[in-house]
T-cell receptor, first 113, second 112 residues
Framework: AQSVTQLGSHVSVSEGALVLLRCNYS??????LFWYVQYPNQGLQLLLK??????LVKGINGFEAEFKKSETSFHLTKPSAHMSDAAEYFC???????????FGAGTTVTVRA | KAGVTQTPRYLIKTRGQQVTLSCSPI?????VSWYQQTPGQGLQFLFE???????NKGNFPGRFSGRQFSNSRSEMNVSTLELGDSALYLC???????????FGQGTRLTVV
């Protein structure tokens, strides 16, 4: 069974500062890993996904994540936070042959002016 | 290109009633999956359909059911509603097998 753990339920950053959201996975098979963002009263939007190609994955809105097998991690970063990045972020994992996502508990990002 | 459309957006039901939620995927997408989001349990997988066949089901009681039609539209039904069924129900679609990239805005169900 696959699962992910997001470290930190809330992160507060200053505008222009680095955004770092942590995600560790547990999987008995090579996983597919994802980051989604959810704005208030909205559905989820896919930011990026890792599917065993390049370990450094670039996504939308300037976000990127690096798959580190040795650390079982898939942390999400953005060099410079913008006010519009304030949202809840979810890390998720699936197997390569199944069709369901297992989500982390989410990390809420607040951006200070 | 229209996104994933879920109707209705908000719903209030009484305990014991049943409810049907609808999801229209992105045109051409044949896979539709459903998730429940609650403050306590987070996001949990309900089921996934591809070409009218349920391929995977989450760990929910039999009161939760779904189906997919030949035009890929999907419905989920919850019978004998309980207070704990109050949640945001999200539908997602994808064109191929694998995790979905596109989610609808959800249906917020409140059971009173």
């Amino acid at each position: 069974a696959q699962s992910v753990t997001q470290l930190g339920s809330h992160v507060s950053v200053s505008e222009g500062a680095l955004v770092l959201l942590r995600c560790n996975y547990s999987s008995s098979v090579p996983p597919y890993l994802f980051w989604y963002v959810q704005y208030p009263n909205q559905g989820l939007q896919l930011l990026l996904k890792y599917t065993s190609a390049a370990t450094l994955v670039k996504g939308i809105n300037g976000f990127e994540a690096e798959f580190k097998k040795s650390e079982t991690s898939f942390h999400l970063t953005k060099p410079s936070a913008h006010m519009s990045d304030a949202a809840e972020y979810f890390c998720a994992v699936s197997g390569s042959n199944d069709y369901k996502l297992s989500f982390g508990a989410g990390t809420t990002v607040t951006v200070r002016a | 290109k229209a996104g994933v459309t879920q109707t209705p957006r908000y719903l209030i039901k009484t305990r014991g009633q049943q409810v049907t939620l609808s999801c229209s995927p992105i045109s051409g997408h044949r896979s539709v999956s459903w998730y429940q989001q609650t403050p306590g349990q987070g996001l949990q997988f309900l089921f996934e359909y591809f070409s009218e066949t349920q391929r995977n089901k989450g760990n929910f009681p039999g009161r939760f059911s779904g189906r997919q039609f030949s035009n890929s539209r999907s419905e989920m039904n919850v019978s004998t509603l309980e207070l704990g069924d109050s949640a945001l129900y999200l539908c997602a679609s994808s064109s191929l097998q694998g995790a979905p990239a596109f989610f609808g805005q959800g249906t917020r169900l409140t059971v009173v």
